[in-house]
């Protein structure tokens, strides 16, 4: 799990923007930019922010992730 200090630093690769955490129904958390609707993945609590390894989210999943996110705390 990532904790609120370390979300309130990270941000998208491609854009510098925040990211918001996402708990998925199994249990995995990702981190999504739902400005660029891309997806990071979390692999043993490690944010993998890589543009490449990144993936595309469709609208009905768009609507699903901002439904679930925890946006980062301001600092």
Known sequence: ?????LLSILVCPA???PLV??????G????????LRRAYRIEDGIPVLLID????VDDDEHAKLMARARPATPR
Do not use: C, K
């Open 21 to 26: 955490l996402v708990s998925e129904d199994g």
């Open 53 to 56: 390894e990144a993936r595309d």
């Open 28 to 35: 995995a958390d990702l981190l999504y930019n739902p400005r």
């Open 15 to 17: 854009d510098r923007g």
């Open 1 to 5: 799990m990532i904790d609120d200090a």
